[in-house]
């Protein structure tokens, strides 16, 4: 069963939220893609939002793995789906895969899916128990598995050794997603983020970092709620260090800073090239009729400086376009930010003209004196 993606909110007459961003609730400029980019090219730090993203998907490979062992259950005992709760179903809500702040109703959820996945060891529909061989013991420790076991993309069924078509393993021949690549899923965020020169190691407050360490390397633990903790530090560091940035860039402006760089070098080299032609003409005695070609890189500068002044291209937004990366276009789909640059590109485009019409006015009548 796949989970269905979330439906962006096209009625919102505001600024998102983080949480909105991160539950690909929103379109662009504001989505998830261009966050993702801010967060590589202008924070430099994407390693962060790639933990909170695996994370996130670490919760769903839970929910996924305990959705398809309660239906191998009720497939078994077809007597317990006549008794399953809304209560209990909640566990299984596809809503609840959105990651996000904690709060009180999912975290609830979140808990018993831990809870769930901490009693699973001793189930015997779990599909580790379901690997082991009928002479092994309830008491006996299992491995440590890592993340980089080859079994892990295996079935249950091919763990326990039977054919597909044979069903003594006590599992359904529907299980994708086996306990084996929970735990590697685990590990894998711990080496990847959290273990001291780690390939991309996020900084953490020590106590958050031991705590997961002590979880999963010597209780065994690979329940989400491991990562509850970081992921809401992860979260609120996001949100106060990097979303306003994010909205100011995105929502308030739609150029990116090596646009805003040229813009900057172009304005001033055309406003340096259209005060030289001014004076020459003037000081040349040539006609108004012949100044008048100043209006050309006097817009021009003026226009590129506004635009670096501002973040923003008023001509780009009034067509409803965005700049990700430099030179890179995408239409500008949230009804709200649509409407935000269109009021601020008209203000540009007012002092462009006004500023504009002021310098040309100046030295355009002024009367030429040839030296």
């Not at 705590?211 to 970081?230: M, T």
Request: with cysteine; aromatic share 10%.
């Amino acid at each position: 069963m796949s989970t269905p993606s979330p439906v962006p909110d096209l009625n919102r007459d505001r600024l998102p939220t983080l949480f909105e961003v991160l539950s690909r609730r929103t379109t662009a400029p504001v989505d998830l893609f261009s966050f993702y980019i801010y967060m590589r090219d202008q924070q430099r730090s994407v390693d962060y939002l790639d933990f909170w993203l695996d994370v996130s998907q670490h919760m769903s490979l839970c929910r996924h793995y305990v959705r398809e062992l309660r239906r191998s259950v009720l497939v078994e005992t077809p007597e317990l789906e006549k008794s399953a709760s809304k209560r209990s179903s909640g566990l299984f809500d596809p809503s609840y895969d959105t990651a996000g702040p904690s709060n009180p109703e999912k975290a609830m959820t979140s808990e018993r899916l831990s809870a769930f996945l901490r009693s699973d060891s001793g189930s015997k529909h779990s599909p580790n128990n379901s690997g082991q061989s009928e002479g092994s013991t309830p008491g006996q420790e299992r491995p440590r598995p890592t993340f980089h076991s080859s079994n892990s993309g295996t079935s249950p069924q091919n763990n326990s050794g039977s054919s597909p078509g044979n069903n003594t393993s006590g599992s359904s021949p529907g299980h994708t997603v086996a306990r084996q690549d929970i735990r590697a899923s685990a590990e894998k965020i711990l080496y990847t983020y959290l273990l001291p020169g780690a390939e991309r190691e996020i900084i953490l407050p020590q106590g958050i970092l031991n705590a997961i360490q002590h979880a999963i390397e010597e209780e065994g633990r690979d329940d989400p709620e491991v990562f509850d903790a970081a992921k809401d530090y992860v979260f609120q560091a996001m949100e106060r260090d990097a979303f306003p940035g994010f909205l100011r860039s995105k929502a308030l402006g739609n150029i990116v800073p090596p646009s805003m760089m040229l813009r900057l070098i172009v304005g001033l080299l055309s406003l340096f090239g259209a005060f030289w032609a001014a004076f020459v003409l003037i000081f040349l005695n040539y006609s108004r009729t012949t100044r008048c070609w100043l209006i050309l890189p006097f817009t021009v500068g003026i226009y590129a400086l506004v635009s670096h002044q501002y973040m923003l291209d008023p001509l780009l937004a009034l067509a409803g376009f965005s700049e990700y990366t430099f030179m890179s276009y995408h239409r500008i789909q949230e009804p709200f930010v649509r409407k935000l640059l269109n009021k601020r590109s008209l203000m540009a485009l007012t002092w462009i003209v006004g500023i504009d019409a002021v310098l040309c006015c100046i030295f355009i009548l002024v009367p030429g004196h040839r030296l």
